[in-house]
């Protein structure tokens, strides 16, 4: 049977979840069960209150290192050598990896415990709308995107977009070598689930990396070959997983790779 | 473009410095007065305590508020400024490192007229700081009295 992304824990930002009434019957096994979610309950909130101190007070500090390089390049500059300069270059790119890779992090956290609201979602527009801002942060691109339109799955909106943003800036980035990137995005209906295809034409990876891809912090590319903060798809697959879905890959080393991810079908009209 | 102050309520030093520099090369001339802690901020707002000689003349044209604070936090700054006629319209920027929607929620409910995630990198925070000056000191028309 699918998982029903109703029974997921879906704790609100801090608020724990209530355990599931239905699941906890009146005898021994009822109350360690309840036992079992209240603490489980708790977890969740320490973990979530953990990922908000690390994004906060990680990035002060950051910011401190990025302003200050910055402001001595600027004051002092001319007394520095090449080495020198080449030295708070290194430091100020340094920080920007770090900020990248908390905010990865956050993504992630978000991606856990966020509350899920499902709707019949129009996910053609959402990713339509996470390539317009990649194109934005990048308008010098050559680009070439092709997505199906009306494909409509249930959903939490939000947490769907989170997911495009992760498929689609992983097919950007890995078409960096190639003269202009090609993504599309296509859907098939099997019963009462849609398929929905990210494709792109970068450089692809190694099949045997594919089940790896999807662990955090496991990159299949070093970042001279555009590989981030390695959490990208630990985030699309978490995702995936709570909206009661999956995810997978087909790689080919050299001509790209395409995602499936697959999702309960939404209602055709219902808004 | 008035002479008055703008309050800082910050209590990492090294955020203190960026937007000193910040308001700074912005060519921003409003002295900024910095408090470290919300007692602090709230003692000056209203003239008490190690404030007390300070008598309303140079209430502040705004107030940058940072929310992660000792003791008292922003939120809770944000409140009393908001319970208080002589400030109920004091022109309120939270600026913090903070994006989680609850955050943001929570100031607009209490009545920010602005919240800002301040940027690790610096040329966006120098931007931020610079367009927040712009907006507030020159182009806003603030509620006389």
Redesign the interface.
């Known amino acids: 049977m699918m998982p029903d992304p109703h029974a997921a824990p879906a704790p609100a930002?801090?608020a724990g979840f209530p355990p599931q009434a239905s699941a906890v019957h009146a005898d021994d096994g009822g109350d360690r069960l309840r036992a079992c979610q209240e603490e489980l309950a708790a977890l969740q909130k320490e973990q979530a209150l953990v990922s908000?101190g690390i994004?906060?007070?990680l990035?002060?500090?950051?910011?401190?290192i990025?302003?200050?390089?910055?402001?001595l390049e600027a004051n002092s500059g001319d007394v520095l050598d090449a080495a020198g300069l080449d030295y708070l270059a290194r430091i100020r790119a340094a920080?920007?990896r770090m900020?990248s890779l908390i905010d990865g992090l956050q993504a992630l956290s978000r991606a856990s415990h966020d509350q899920i609201d499902l709707t019949s979602v129009d996910a053609s527009l959402l990713a339509e709308w996470a390539l317009a801002e990649l194109r934005d942060a990048e308008p010098g691109r050559a680009v070439e995107v092709d997505v199906q339109p009306g494909i409509r799955v249930r959903a939490d909106e939000r947490q769907l977009k989170l997911l495009f943003d992760q498929l689609l800036h992983n097919a950007w980035k890995f078409s960096a070598g190639a003269d202009a990137v090609r993504i599309t995005v296509s859907a098939e209906r099997r019963d009462d689930r849609v398929v929905i295809h990210v494709r792109d034409q970068g450089s692809g990876f190694d099949p045997r990396h594919a089940a790896r891809a999807f662990e955090p912090f496991q990159r299949v590319h070093g970042p001279d070959e555009g590989g981030g903060h390695g959490l990208g798809l630990a985030i699309a697959r978490r995702i995936a997983t709570r909206l009661g879905g999956s995810i997978g890959v087909d790689a080919v080393a050299g001509e790209g790779c395409t995602f499936h991810v697959e999702l309960p079908a939404g209602g055709a009209h219902r808004t | 473009m008035s002479n008055r102050p703008i309050l800082l309520v910050e209590d990492?030093p090294?955020?203190v410095e960026?937007t000193r520099?910040a308001f700074a090369e912005a060519k921003i001339a409003n002295p900024l007065h910095v408090v470290g802690n919300g007692s602090e901020a709230l003692d000056y707002l209203f003239g008490r305590g190690a404030q007390a000689a300070h008598n309303g003349e140079d209430a502040p044209a705004l107030v940058l508020l940072d929310l992660?604070m000792p003791r008292m936090d922003g939120r809770e700054v944000l409140q009393a400024i908001r319970a208080e006629a002589s400030t109920r319209s004091l022109p309120v920027v939270v600026m913090t490192?903070?994006a989680?929607?609850?955050d943001v929620e929570a100031c607009y409910a209490l009545g920010a007229n602005s919240y800002i995630r301040?940027?690790?990198?610096?040329?966006q925070?120098m931007g931020a700081v610079k367009q927040v000056g712009m907006y507030w000191l020159v182009l806003n028309h603030p509620r006389s009295g």
Do not use: C, Q, W
């Not at chain 2, 301040?118 to 040329?123: G, L, S």
């Open positions: 930002e801090g908000y994004a906060h007070d990035r002060a500090p950051l910011r401190a990025d302003g200050f390089s910055a402001m920080a920007s900020a | 990492n090294d955020d960026l520099i992660n490192t903070s989680e929607p609850f301040k940027p690790v990198d610096f040329d925070f």
